[in-house]
């Protein structure tokens, strides 16, 4: 039988499939991690949105999903690595695919990005700086 053997209030960066046809995932934060041991003795660990989903926890369920390592089910999935050019544009093609307009998209996934405090690629790094600076000397610009 499954027990939950700690749960860890860490802001970290997860990975969803807005629907199941979608070809990309969406990022956002989750504020919990629930370390569970398995019958078999196996550390599993799970990310929980807030309080309110912690409290509808269903480790069962939980224990089920991740064991059948489907990550196109309806769960929140670790970011392990650093994200780079590549896997942000993935999100924000998530985001779209959710329905949201790009420029809400693009920054959707910097939040996402900035609240987990996840670590970035030097790529993306300098990616984004020059986008900023092109968003500066667009907003110096007079009406």
Do not use: W
């Amino acid at each position: 039988m499954a027990r939950i053997i700690n749960v860890i209030r860490q802001p970290h960066l997860v990975s969803y499939k807005p629907f199941d046809a979608s070809k990309y995932r969406c990022c956002t934060v989750c504020e919990y991690k629930v370390m569970i041991e398995d019958e078999y003795g196996s550390i599993l660990v799970a990310s929980e949105l807030d309080d309110t989903t912690l409290g509808e926890f269903d480790i069962d369920e939980e224990v089920r999903m991740r064991n059948e390592r489907d990550e196109n089910a309806d769960r929140y999935y670790i970011e392990h690595s650093r994200v780079d050019s590549e896997r942000f544009d993935y999100f924000v093609n998530g985001e779209i695919d959710e329905g949201e307009t790009p420029i809400l998209a693009f920054g959707n996934v910097v939040n996402s990005l900035i609240m987990s405090r996840h670590p970035i690629s030097r790529d993306l790094r300098e990616r984004l700086r020059s986008v900023a600076d092109g968003i500066e000397k667009l907003l110096d610009v007079e009406e």
